[in-house]
């Protein structure tokens, strides 16, 4: 249990740095008074993202292959990059 867990503490938190979450939550706590509320809606939002993330990879494992998801999830990282290359996202 353990090892999920710090896998999967470092696989998100590696992902996140330098994102454009990570870049419009810096963006809103430079222009807050208080960087507390920015960090909490901040806080709540990822782990309300995390929470429907798990949620639908329950349920989506009772009926497609693990396999099946990790190849649509890289095709979508790959579509989604060329998109941001091309400028259309």
Do not use: N, R
Not at 3 to 25: M, N, P
Not at 45 to 69: F, N
């Amino acid at each position: 249990m353990w090892k999920i867990i710090f896998t999967t503490f470092w696989v998100v938190f590696l992902a996140e740095l330098g994102d454009k979450t990570q870049l419009s939550t810096m963006l809103l706590a430079s222009k807050s008074k208080s960087s507390l509320p920015v960090f909490m809606g901040a806080a709540s939002a990822l782990v309300l993202s995390s929470l429907i993330g798990v949620i639908c990879g329950d349920i989506l494992h009772k009926y497609i292959p693990a396999q099946y998801i990790q190849i649509g999830a890289g095709i979508s990282f790959i579509l989604i990059g060329i998109l941001l290359l091309i400028g259309k996202c």
